[in-house]
C-alpha cells in the first residue's frame, strides 16, 4: 500500500486549503486513516483522523471547528478540509493508515498506524 498526499501550499492567514491522500496498492481497506503534522523542531502530532467503514470522526482541539476529515470509498481517498487557518498551523501534514483497530484513542498514536504518506508542506503567512 502506498499513500500519496498532495494539496499543501502557501495560504495567508484565514486562508483554506483542502489535503488529498490517495491509497494505492493491493485491496485497500483500512480500519482507520489520519492526518499528522510536524512543524520544525516539534513532533508529530495528530491532527485528525476518521473510521474508514464507519466514518467516525476524531479531531485535536487545536483544530476542532476548523478542520473537517472525509474520506472516498470509491477514490480510496482521504480528505482534509482546512479552514480559518492560523500561522501555528505551519508544518509538514502527513497522512496515515492503519489496518486494526487497536484500543482506546489509538487514532491519536502515530505508532499505531502501518502505512506512511510521503508528507506535504502547509505554510500559513500571518
Known amino acids: 500500500v502506498q499513500l500519496q498526499a498532495s494539496g499543501g501550499g502557501l495560504v495567508q492567514a484565514g486562508g483554506s486549503l483542502r489535503l488529498s491522500c490517495a491509497a494505492s496498492?493491493?485491496?485497500?481497506?483500512?480500519?482507520?486513516m489520519g492526518w499528522f503534522r510536524q512543524a520544525p523542531g516539534k513532533e508529530r502530532e495528530f491532527v485528525a483522523a476518521?473510521?474508514?467503514?464507519?466514518?467516525?470522526?476524531y479531531y485535536a482541539d487545536s483544530v476542532k471547528g476548523r478542520f473537517t476529515i472525509s474520506r472516498d470509498h470509491a477514490k480510496n481517498t482521504v480528505y482534509l478540509q482546512m479552514n480559518s487557518l492560523k500561522p501555528e498551523d505551519t508544518a509538514v501534514y502527513y497522512c496515515?493508515?492503519?489496518?486494526?483497530?487497536?484500543?482506546?484513542?489509538?487514532?491519536?498514536?502515530?505508532?499505531?498506524?502501518?502505512?506512511w504518506g510521503q508528507g506535504t508542506l502547509v505554510t500559513v503567512s500571518s
Open positions: 476518521i473510521a474508514w467503514s464507519s466514518g467516525n470522526t
Open positions: 496498492g493491493r485491496t485497500f481497506s483500512p480500519y482507520a
Open positions: 496515515a493508515a492503519t489496518r486494526y483497530y487497536r484500543g482506546s484513542d489509538y487514532y491519536r498514536r502515530p505508532l499505531e498506524y502501518d502505512y
